[in-house]
């Protein structure tokens, strides 16, 4: 069976033991980095702040309130700068930011997009972390389901935007820092967090955490789905839950003769999963149970002109799982649909309890100016634009 610690500690951050605790609400028995039961309580502390419908948040001043079943998903564009290769080598920008909300061509003037938010290509990764991240995890810390995704093809900043290095630190690791200043803020609730790693390679899940732990299967119970035997390590500090990603990165390595191929062909999730409740006696009533998942997707380039068996294989592979997560996307965001195709791969399967309900999602999508990715780049806008139809308003037209 898989590994589920029952466990909680006080204060994660304060390094104290973890004890034992067998009385309070058992979320989910399966062990998973997604198998999710959200447990949230009027103790929740939702801030007018921290409100995604609320006037407060920038990201949605100004949208429609037909809009509301949307809310909880948030689509992004970024565009990094130029290279200095492309620089070099005389690109040209095809596609740019048009204002905070707009994405348009040079050669077509008439062609625009409109999401969230759109991120020029000076902008920090700290600012989109907190325009675009931090929501998601304050609101993995109240008890509420996250996912992060960074999409686009390869080189067009995904792994910058989720990872980052030590200049430009990324999404992941701002919000793990986050996530521990928040449980200092909060002294009046005990928290345990549990940090797992996986990847996603030609539909095979692995466990990054574990090198033994490949070939996984996702499994399902009564309280959703839930990778069987993935370790989860408790994590005490944001500097441990960084050196388990590192050693996680040092396990991609085995087997692969070309790290930058094999990580433009993999989806990674790192998921931080959150216990929580009042300090001191609870009648196991107030838990609140979260997963926060931060993905940095396969590239989504188009396999077309690869030649070989392998290739193409991983392709199709990549092609269908990036597919089924922008219908997924789309029909969370439709807040009509009746049917939703979870199950079609592998990734959206074991994501399926962190997305439905009242999960909220963001979708980055990193882009590059440049006139030689201008067609990869118009499929990134297009995807973004499926995921969530937002049309550009008649004062964005020129
Ligand atoms: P991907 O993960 O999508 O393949 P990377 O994140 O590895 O792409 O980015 C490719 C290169 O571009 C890296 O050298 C990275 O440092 C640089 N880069 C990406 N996004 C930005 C950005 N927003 N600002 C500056 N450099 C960036
Ligand atoms: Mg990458």
């Not at 990165?249 to 191929?261: A, C, D, L």
């Not at 997707?297 to 799982?321: C, D, F, P, Q, W």
Request: charged content about 20%; glycine content about 6%; proline content about 5%.
């Amino acid at each position: 069976m898989a590994t589920r610690p029952a466990s909680r500690q006080r204060k994660a951050s304060s390094g104290a033991a973890a004890v034992r605790s067998s009385q309070q609400q058992q979320p989910p028995q399966s062990g998973s980095p997604t198998s999710t039961t959200t447990t949230t309580t009027s103790s929740s502390r939702l801030t007018p702040e921290l409100s995604l419908d609320g006037p407060a948040s920038p990201l949605f001043a100004g949208l429609d309130e037909d809009s509301a079943p949307k809310e909880n998903v948030t689509v992004t564009v970024r565009f990094r700068p130029l290279s200095p290769r492309e620089i070099r080598q005389g690109e040209e920008v095809a596609w740019y930011a048009d204002g905070d909300t707009v994405v348009r061509s040079e050669q077509h003037p008439s062609v625009a997009y409109a999401y969230d938010r759109v991120f020029a290509p000076t902008t920090t990764t700290r600012h989109v972390y907190d325009v675009a991240a931090q929501h998601v995890v304050s609101g993995a810390m109240e008890g509420i389901n996250g996912t992060i995704f960074a999409y686009g093809v390869t080189s067009s900043g995904k792994t910058h935007t989720m990872h980052g290095d030590q200049r430009s630190p990324g999404i992941i690791p701002l919000a793990v820092k986050d996530a521990f200043s928040i449980i200092q803020e909060t002294p009046n609730r005990e928290f345990l967090l549990r940090v797992s790693y996986l990847e996603i390679y030609n539909e095979v899940v692995n466990d990054l955490l574990n090198p033994a732990g490949q070939n996984l299967r996702i499994r399902e119970d009564p309280q959703g789905t839930f990778v069987e035997g993935i370790k989860e390590e408790v994590v005490l500090s944001p500097a441990h839950a960084l050196s388990l990603i590192a050693a996680g990165e040092e396990h991609r390595h085995v087997g692969s003769t070309n790290f930058n191929i094999l990580s433009s062909r993999s989806h990674t999730i790192f998921t931080l999963t959150i216990e929580s409740s009042p300090c001191g006696e609870s009648n196991g009533e107030a838990v609140n149970f979260s997963q926060l998942n931060l993905i940095d997707l396969a590239g989504s380039e188009s396999s077309r002109a690869e030649t070989t068996g392998v290739r193409r294989k991983e392709g199709s592979y990549i092609n269908k799982s990036l597919l089924t997560l922008g219908t997924v996307i789309s029909k969370l965001t439709d807040g009509k649909a009746t049917h939703i195709p979870f199950r079609d791969s592998k990734l959206t399967r074991l994501l399926q309890s962190s997305l439905s309900g009242q999960g909220r999602v963001s979708l980055i999508c990193t882009v590059t100016p440049a006139s030689s990715n201008s067609e990869e780049t118009h499929n990134t806008l297009k995807f973004a634009h499926r995921a969530k139809r937002i049309e550009v308003q008649a004062s964005q037209n020129k």
